[in-house]
């Protein structure tokens, strides 16, 4: 499975973006999608999930902020991101698996990061 994410870009706080997600290959292998940022300095951590059956997962610090869709006929996922901060401010990656959740070593196909930046 190969992903390819797009969207990334230079924002000012409370601004919106939306960041997509594109699956080729043996999509049939996998069962969902979902996205990790990293922040400089900082670990990988996770942000939001989607299955197939679209049911979501999303961290404490996105919730009410960011939604994750996906449309199946395309094999995308889409993150909307409103009223950005400087703190989602990262390296955003996409990534795919069998398994739906929040821990990155469930995920076994990932994408190369898109820059998301937010100025104050």
């Known amino acids: 499975v190969q992903l390819q994410a797009s969207g990334g870009g230079l924002v000012q706080a409370g601004d919106s973006l939306r960041l997509s997600c594109a699956a080729s290959?043996?999509?049939?292998?996998?069962?969902?999608m979902g996205w990790f940022r990293q922040a400089p300095g900082k670990e990988r951590e996770f942000v939001t999930a989607?299955?197939?059956?679209?049911?979501?997962y999303y961290a404490d610090s996105v919730k009410g902020r960011f939604t994750i869709s996906r449309d199946n006929t395309k094999n995308t996922v889409y993150l909307q991101m409103n009223s950005l901060k400087p703190e989602d401010t990262a390296v955003y990656y996409c990534?795919?698996?069998?398994?739906?959740?929040?821990?990155?070593?469930?995920?076994?196909?990932w994408g190369e990061g898109t820059q998301v930046t937010v100025s104050s």
């Open positions: 989607i299955n197939w059956s679209g049911v979501r």
């Open positions: 290959g043996r999509t049939f292998s996998i069962s969902g």
């Open positions: 990534a795919a698996g069998k398994r739906i959740t929040g821990q990155e070593d469930e995920y076994e196909y």
